[in-house]
């Protein structure tokens, strides 16, 4: 859940700096000044109580028009309230099965029109802190990009040689899971070798 707590106003790498209102949960916690930086989103009231959201733990963001729900047009946030917690070093939860429910944020600027101007900025800023889920899903597509030691079964007219040549993996070609590119017959990364079928050797003669 995000709460107020004295908070040093931001002085670095700042996009925006917007009076608006802060809404969270549809609470109204007054006039302030919100401060989209490179590094986090922070509002702080007149006293100097607020509170900052990282990039990674915020959802969602988008320019809300106003609805029933809430009819004044606003800049709407999702916040992770599992990986809020988990930063925060309070990941333990009564029932590990509940999926706690998002919190949902608002600003209220004091001049509507620059409510685009605000979601571009935020737009940017979280392009500089990509998921790290994904960095590990490219990780994971990388490795099947690495060069293995392969088996060369042909010679470059496709011929049968009469024995095995291991190529080592450093060259251009790159081989995985038994694959076959121009004539070399990779081994998989069990090490198992591709079915070849023998008589092809002596036919070769």
């Not at 106003?66 to 029932?95: I, M, Y």
């Not at 081989?175 to 090490?191: D, M, P, Q, R």
């Amino acid at each position: 859940m995000v709460s107020l707590s004295e908070l040093e106003v931001p002085t670095e790498n700042i996009r925006i700096t917007e009076p608006s209102k802060a809404f969270v949960n549809s609470k109204d916690l007054g006039d302030g000044t919100l401060y989209i930086t490179e590094r986090n989103v922070a509002w702080l009231n007149e006293t100097g109580q607020g509170f900052s959201l990282d990039y990674p733990i915020i959802g969602l963001h988008g320019v809300s028009k106003g609805d029933a729900k809430f009819p004044q047009p606003s800049l709407f946030l999702l916040v992770d309230k599992t990986a809020d917690e988990e930063r925060n070093g309070d990941a333990s939860s009564a029932d590990d099965d509940e999926v706690p429910s998002p919190t949902e944020l608002r600003f209220v600027p004091c001049v509507e029109d620059n409510l685009d101007r605000m979601y571009k900025s935020m737009s940017d800023c979280q392009t500089l802190h990509p998921d790290p889920q994904d960095s590990n899903s490219e990780g994971e597509d990388d490795e099947e990009g690495i060069k293995y030691d392969v088996v060369q079964y042909f010679d470059e007219d496709g011929q049968a040689l009469a024995e095995p040549v291991v190529v080592p993996g450093s060259g251009d070609t790159e081989i995985t899971n038994g694959a076959t590119a121009n004539g070399v017959n990779g081994l998989g990364e069990s090490g198992d070798k591709p079915m070849i079928d023998a008589d092809q050797f002596e036919d070769a003669d």
